[in-house]
């Protein structure tokens, strides 16, 4: 499970659709809380519209970024707990090349973006075999309360 506040999911939205067409891609921050529980404390975004090649197609974080991602996360006290990016008019599952990407115990945030407008968001997990993704619970804010 994964803990996501609205802004944050927010956040993720609007990088969304400001890189639409091309992928957005960025970090999770936040503290893992328990086996199985992470919770999201805030978002780090990376562009990802740089190589042409890798602008519509697939996420890539370099591993600069990532190394800059992780100090500034240091510095709050928190840790990378995941990646998020998004699907321009693809649903909010992970591909192929996502798999053969990943690592276990991140969580993998993926957004859809549908003509612009950003829509279903889901998170999900690698088995530890890394044979396939497995959909993440996300606990949300309450609201009411
Ligand atoms: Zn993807």
Same mark, same amino acid.
């Given at each position: 499970m994964i803990q996501l506040e609205e802004i944050q999911r927010d956040e993720i939205?609007?990088?969304? @659709?400001?890189?639409?067409?091309?992928e957005c891609c960025g970090l999770l921050l936040g503290?893992? @809380? !328990?086996?199985?529980?992470? /919770?999201?404390? @805030?978002?780090y975004a990376i562009s990802n519209a740089r190589e042409e090649?890798?602008?519509?197609?697939r996420f890539l974080i370099r591993p600069e970024?990532?190394?800059? =991602?992780?100090q500034y996360a240091a510095e709050r =006290?928190?840790?990378?707990?995941g990646f998020y990016h998004s699907h321009p008019d693809h649903p909010a599952v992970p591909s192929q090349y996502d798999l053969e990407h !990943? &690592?276990?115990v991140y969580s993998y945030i993926v957004v859809s973006v549908m003509a612009g407008a950003? =829509?279903?968001?889901? %998170? &999900?997990?690698?088995? /530890?075999?890394? %044979?396939?993704?497995?959909?993440? @619970?996300?606990? =949300?804010s309450n609201k009411d309360s």
């Open positions: 939205a609007q990088h969304a @659709e400001r890189d639409y067409p091309y503290r893992f @809380e !328990a086996p199985g529980l992470k /919770s999201i404390s @805030e978002i090649q890798a602008k519509r197609s970024e990532l190394l800059q =991602g992780e =006290g928190l840790d990378v707990i !990943a &690592w276990p950003a =829509g279903d968001l889901r %998170s &999900w997990e690698m088995e /530890s075999d890394r %044979s396939t993704f497995t959909e993440e @619970e996300i606990l =949300g």
